[in-house]
């Protein structure tokens, strides 16, 4: 709350703190009002819990764009991450394989999660094995360029493994 918004009586004591966080003192709020409209400023309640509360000197305006431009800036830094699907089947072909590898190694080099399923569809349930061996194949192509995050699961009828990318900030910082 700024200004008049307050609603104090005017003359309820408060603790006024100035523009460089110097300690102004204990002012009525009326007189604290008072000095911040002198200076062209506003008078804004920090800790209205406090007893007394307290109250600061500042340019609103200025504080408010100042937070508004850091949230933004905070917001462009952060990363969002996707989560890719790659399905492959027991019988894959060497050629698919490597294609689906070469997809995998693109979406983990943009920083994107790479969630890999392999596909059991009827007697193949009683050859896992076969799908673990595709998965760590999968797997083994990818380590240069991520980390294998879940080891291999059954859910259901199909095997699944996530690979997360591996953090290169400090090759970018090398390289610039």
Do not use: W
């Not at 709350?1 to 009326?30: C, H, T, W, Y």
């Not at 109250?55 to 800036?73: L, N, T, V």
């Not at 080099?109 to 399923?117: C, H, L, S």
């Not at 595709?134 to 859910?155: H, M, V």
């Amino acid at each position: 709350m700024i200004n008049d918004e307050i609603g104090f009586a005017p003359n309820k004591i408060v603790r006024v703190v100035g523009e460089e966080s110097e300690q102004i003192g204990m002012l009525a709020f009326s007189a604290a009002l008072n000095s911040a409209y002198d200076k062209g400023l506003d008078l804004v309640l920090i800790a209205p819990q406090a007893d007394p509360p307290v109250c600061r000197i500042m340019d609103y305006g200025k504080f408010r764009f100042e937070r508004d431009k850091k949230e933004k800036e905070a917001r462009k830094k952060q990363q969002i991450i996707e989560i890719k699907e790659i399905q492959l089947t027991c019988h894959i072909d060497v050629n698919d394989m490597n294609t689906k590898i070469n997809h995998a190694r693109r979406f983990l080099t943009e920083g994107n999660k790479v969630r890999v399923i392999v596909k059991f569809k009827g007697r193949q349930m009683s050859h896992l094995e076969v799908g673990h061996q595709l998965l760590e194949k999968f797997g083994d192509a990818c380590t240069d360029l991520g980390t294998i995050e879940k080891r291999p699961l059954l859910e259901g009828r199909a095997l699944t493994m996530f690979i997360a990318p591996i953090k290169q900030t400090a090759s970018k910082t090398k390289g610039d």
